[in-house]
């Protein structure tokens, strides 16, 4: 049973930084290349950021290159986001999710990720 496990949420004042950690359990973590997701009251799941899964390449929504990092540890299976310089429109749940793809492929649509997390609140106070 695959499981992500998404913590390091909660409020923060606009200007500030978070970071985000996902753990993944029952799937072989190297295998997939993984996303960060963000989603608003009333509004679509939107792509955040993706790792491919060696780490070695990534890509970043428009709206927060620059600011946010993805990263992860294969041998801990988990998957971080640091964000910095944080803005009160991003307020939103943001999920975890898993996608099984070729070695260099970083996805960034949603219907390709195969598994989510139940996602952690970030509240950016202004």
């Known amino acids: 049973q695959v499981q992500l496990v998404e913590s390091g949420g909660g409020l923060v004042q606009a200007g500030g930084s978070l970071r985000l950690s996902c753990a993944a359990s029952g799937l072989t973590f190297s295998n997939y290349a993984m996303g960060w997701f963000r989603q608003s009251p009333g509004k679509e799941r939107e792509f955040v950021a993706a790792?491919?899964?060696?780490?070695?390449?990534?890509n970043y929504a428009d709206s927060v290159k620059g600011r946010f990092t993805i990263s992860r540890e294969n041998a801990k299976n988990s998957v971080y986001l640091q964000m910095n310089s944080l803005k009160p429109e991003e307020t939103a749940v943001y999920y975890c999710?898993?996608?099984?793809?070729?070695?260099?492929?970083?996805?960034?649509?949603?219907?390709?990720?195969?598994?989510w997390g139940q996602g952690t609140q970030v509240t950016v106070s202004s």
């Open positions: 790792i491919s899964r060696s780490g070695g390449s990534t």
């Open positions: 999710a898993a996608a099984s793809t070729g070695h260099y492929y970083i996805p960034s649509d949603l219907s390709v990720f195969s598994f």
